[in-house]
Nanobody, 124 residues
Framework: QVQLVESGGGLVQAGGSLTLSCAAS????????MGWFRQAPGKGREFVAA?????????NYADSVKGRFTISRDNAKNTVSLQMNSLKPEDTAVYYC????????????????WGQGTQVTVSS
């Protein structure tokens, strides 16, 4: 079993920055990948970014955030972070951290464990 707790959400003006953090506990995540997803009101959950726990060079991003967001992990602290720069109103959503076995995936079905989410609101 894996427990995931997100933090760092909040209200920010367009063009601003936020860093989300996900604290993981419960089992060895070496063979897992960690993902960030988001869900805006009335929309489905969409992929944002993902990273391999064992190899940080294995990562991918949604086209909509490429060049603005950076995913990273700290093995010593068992945390995964999402640095979000140049935020836009369309980035407003609840952001979820997820963990799943294997390579980083853009599909929600590949992730077994989910956090409760943290709200990010970007004002124009």
């Amino acid at each position: 079993q894996v427990q995931l707790v997100e933090s760092g959400g909040g209200l920010v003006q367009a063009g601003g920055s936020l860093t989300l953090s996900c604290a993981a506990s419960g089992r060895n995540l070496y063979w897992y990948s960690m993902g960030w997803f988001r869900q805006a009101p009335g929309k489905g959950r969409e992929f944002v970014a993902a990273i391999s726990w064992s190899d940080s060079s294995r990562n991918n991003y949604a086209d909509s955030v490429k060049g603005r967001f950076t995913i990273s992990r700290d093995n010593a602290k068992n945390t995964v972070s999402l640095q979000m720069n140049s935020l836009k109103p369309e980035d407003t959503a609840v952001y979820y951290c997820a963990a799943g076995p294997g390579v980083p995936s853009t599909s929600t079905s590949r992730y077994d464990y989910w956090g409760q989410g943290t709200q990010v609101t970007v004002s124009s």
